[in-house]
């Protein structure tokens, strides 16, 4: 999760990049970084595309059985170990983001274009992301099952969960001190990725957990254990003992690639293009420079499989390029059509959020804002963390310790007013223009399982203060579906990328209920006592529906960098792309690894399930070729 206002603050908006000073880590020259030529000339069993949280964790694995050579194309380069990568208080993403992606106009936002925010670096989202580590809900999990996918369901992901993580809990004293809660029982201790709390928290993070409480949300123990409802201390992807983050290139490449020769990285390539053989199946890959320096575009075999993990943008833009799309919008551009799946590039989806200033006549330091503006506490505080590893510099620059999980319920009274409007309307009225017949089937099926949502337990929005001046209201299950879709035949030409955030009037309707919930808790007395006062577009004149919609509309962010969705897995006749084992109708031997392939985003952040779906697909391919 990462909050617009933050990268305005970090000149993200402008691209005035900020490179802080580097630890001693430098890029290890191990001999498994290889070169365009090395990697055209070696033959491997598995080629992916895409060195992200899922690239990495399967290639990771796939290498534990050493007969079988992988390797792993990315687009990005590798960090070299910033403080603002690896510091959690000085987080920065801004040098690692895919840089110039903007969307197409914004038709529910006043026709605004938006900086698209995505990843792109060995280790994916994971390197730039703002370290939350959450899991979804059951409902979110039995719903993905409920849409054609056996396997899938919270008990299926459990186990590999646990595996995914090495989870570090607080001190007894210091989670009394913190109302840090936890259900051990669902947490691993073995496994790659380092999973805590931060140690510090700021004091007026206790006003904001009691007002939650005065305004009717209760404690949720522990939002990883399949019920993602009420408020909790914030799990990040943090190493307890450096109090660093714990990204996908240090827990599933730097861990093992010592004594993994059989494990191949290729960074700052992008790949082109995927090759069939005449019996559709995928032989292998083209690829070219990232920065387009290179001739021509070279090509690697894969000898078993090629798994796509170009993420939830690139992915669906990388399927088209190849042949696997919307028969009609690969013609346009004169692609040959390998399998002509409609669904390739929609039910494009992300989490917007809506970011609220304030004012505070009496708010209680420090907090964010004296990191941010009194440089003797910053210097103080970090010289701190360098020294023992505590305070305010192991939490996520802006971020605080604790979030609230919102159900509707816990939103608005007038819930089942909200789901009657929706079954109300035609479920087809708000999809793209020239929506393919099955692709509209496989969304009247997901609203279906949403609305069934909105009804129960499952979080569909979230709010979370600061402790300075920004209060973000986080939007988990959107109705509205957008659409990627290539505008050229090059990779290093962006797709046209169209979120259609609030198009859908359901949408509309819960950011205007949780923004009414998030006043009561401003209001509540635990936080009335600091003296809040909304900044401009909100402020106490902004009452009706009507203003209250115009403000959330100017402000919102498409995009969380949560993009997901476009090769969903679903059937045939829904849409679908690829089936419940992540393998591309119509071809063999290609799988789509990444979130592209979720049906709809779960009620948290993606990436604890995406580490672990990355196990379970590791699982899931090693057992079809009998790999140790
Ligand atoms: C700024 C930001 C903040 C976020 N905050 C959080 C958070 O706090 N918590 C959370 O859980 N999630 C967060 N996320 C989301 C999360 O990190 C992603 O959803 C997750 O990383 C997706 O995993 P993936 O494996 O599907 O893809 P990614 O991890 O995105 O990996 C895809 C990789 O493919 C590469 N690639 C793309 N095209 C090509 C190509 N043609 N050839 C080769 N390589 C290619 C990209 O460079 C990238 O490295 C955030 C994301 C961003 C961008
Ligand atoms: C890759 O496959 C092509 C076509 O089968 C073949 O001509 C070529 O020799 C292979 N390259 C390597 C390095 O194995
Ligand atoms: C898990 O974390 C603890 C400390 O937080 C550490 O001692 C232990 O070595 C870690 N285990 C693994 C497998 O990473
Ligand atoms: C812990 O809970 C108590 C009781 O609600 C509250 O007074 C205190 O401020 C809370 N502290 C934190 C850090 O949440
Ligand atoms: C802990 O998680 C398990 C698995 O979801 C659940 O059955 C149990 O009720 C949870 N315990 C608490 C105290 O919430
Ligand atoms: C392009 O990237 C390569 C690494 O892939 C690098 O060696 C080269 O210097 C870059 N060229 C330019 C012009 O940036
Ligand atoms: C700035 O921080 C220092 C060190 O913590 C503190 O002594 C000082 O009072 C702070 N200044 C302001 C204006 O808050
Ligand atoms: C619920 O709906 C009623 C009737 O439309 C309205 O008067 C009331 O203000 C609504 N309550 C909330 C919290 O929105
Ligand atoms: C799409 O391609 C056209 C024609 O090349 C170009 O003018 C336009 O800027 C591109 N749009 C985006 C959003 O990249
Ligand atoms: C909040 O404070 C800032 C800086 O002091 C000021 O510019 C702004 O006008 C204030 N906003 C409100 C709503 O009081």
Not at 30 to 45: E, G, K, L, M, P
């Amino acid at each position: 999760m990462v909050v617009l206002s933050k990268l305005k603050r970090a000149g993200l908006l402008g691209l005035a990049v900020f490179i802080t000073q580097a630890l001693a880590r430098v890029v290890p020259e191990h001999a498994t970084i290889v070169d365009r030529t090395t990697a055209s000339t070696t033959t491997y069993d598995f080629v992916i595309a895409g060195g992200g949280i899922a690239g990495l964790t399967v290639a990771d694995r796939l290498t534990e059985d050493p007969s079988v050579n992988v390797l792993v194309i990315e687009a990005g380069p590798f960090d070299q170990g910033e403080d603002a990568v690896l510091v959690p208080g000085a987080y920065n993403p801004a040098a690692y983001l895919w840089p110039d992606l903007f969307t197409v106009p914004q038709e529910g936002l006043n026709d605004g274009v938006y900086f698209a925010i995505c990843g792109r670096v060995v280790g994916g989202g994971s390197t730039v992301n703002a370290m939350i580590f959450i899991r979804g809900d059951k409902e979110d999990y039995a719903g993905w099952t409920t849409l054609g996918n056996p396997g899938w369901s919270w008990n299926d992901f459990l186990p590999y969960f646990e595996k995914s993580e090495n989870f570090t809990f607080p001190s007894a004293s210091f989670a009394a001190q913190g109302n840090i809660t936890w259900n051990a029982s669902v947490h691993g201790n073995a496994g790659p990725v380092q999973a805590t709390y931060p140690n510090y928290f700021f004091p007026g993070s206790g006003n904001w957990f009691e007002a939650v409480q005065q305004a009717g949300i209760a404690p949720d123990t522990d939002p990883n254990d399949g019920s993602v409802r009420g408020v909790f201390w914030l799990p990040l992807a943090e190493d307890a003992r450096t109090r660093t983050r714990s990204d996908a290139r240090i827990n599933h490449y730097d861990r093992v690639i010592a004594t993994r020769p059989n494990y191949h990285l290729l960074p700052e390539t992008s790949v082109s293009k995927i090759l069939f053989n005449s019996a559709k199946k995928a032989t292998g890959v083209q690829f070219v420079a990232t920065n387009g320096t290179s001739a021509a575009a070279t090509t690697v075999n894969a000898s078993k499989e090629v798994l796509i993990a170009a993420g939830g943008l690139h992915t669906p833009q990388l399927l088209q390029l190849s042949g696997i799309g919307p028969k009609a919008l690969l013609t346009k551009f004169g692609i040959p059509v390998v399998s002509n799946l409609p669904g390739v590039g929609q039910n494009f989806q992300d989490q917007p959020t809506i970011p609220m200033t304030y004012n505070f006549t009496n708010n209680v330091s420090p907090n964010w804002g004296s990191l941010l503006n009194n440089a003797t506490y910053d210097a103080e505080q970090y010289a701190l963390y360098e020294a023992d590893k505590t305070g305010p510099y192991t939490l996520v620059r802006t971020l605080s310790t604790n979030f609230a999980a919102l159900a509707l319920k816990d939103i608005t009274p007038n819930y089942t007013t909200i789901i009657a409007d929706a079954l109300a309307r035609n479920p087809l009225a708000y999809l793209p223009e020239g929506t393919d017949a099955t692709v509209a089937a496989g969304y009247v099926a997901q609203r279906a399982v949403l609305l069934g949502q909105l009804a129960a337990e499952a979080a569909v929005g979230g709010l979370h203060w600061n402790t300075y001046d920004t209060n973000t209201l986080y939007t988990f299950k959107p109705f509205s579906r957008g659409t990627i879709n290539i505008n050229s035949t090059s990779i290093l030409d962006n797709p046209l990328i169209d979120y259609r955030t609030a198009t859908d009037p359901t949408d509309i309707a819960i950011y205007t209920a949780l923004l009414k919930k998030s006043r009561e808790v401003m209001n509540a007395p635990a936080m009335a006592v600091l003296g809040p006062v909304e900044d401009a577009p909100f402020g106490s004149d902004v009452t009706t529906d009507a203003e209250i919609q115009a403000a959330i509309l100017s402000v919102m962010s498409p995009t969380n960098g949560h993009e997901c969705c476009t090769a969903a897995a679903l059937p045939l006749a829904l849409g679908g792309v690829v089936d419940p084992n992540f393998q591309v109708y119509g071809v063999t031997g290609l799988r789509v690894i990444d979130i592209s392939h979720w049906p709809f985003p779960v009620a948290g952040a993606p990436s604890a399930t995406m580490y672990a779906t990355g196990e379970k697909i590791a699982v899931t391919i090693k057992t079809k070729y009998g790999l140790s």
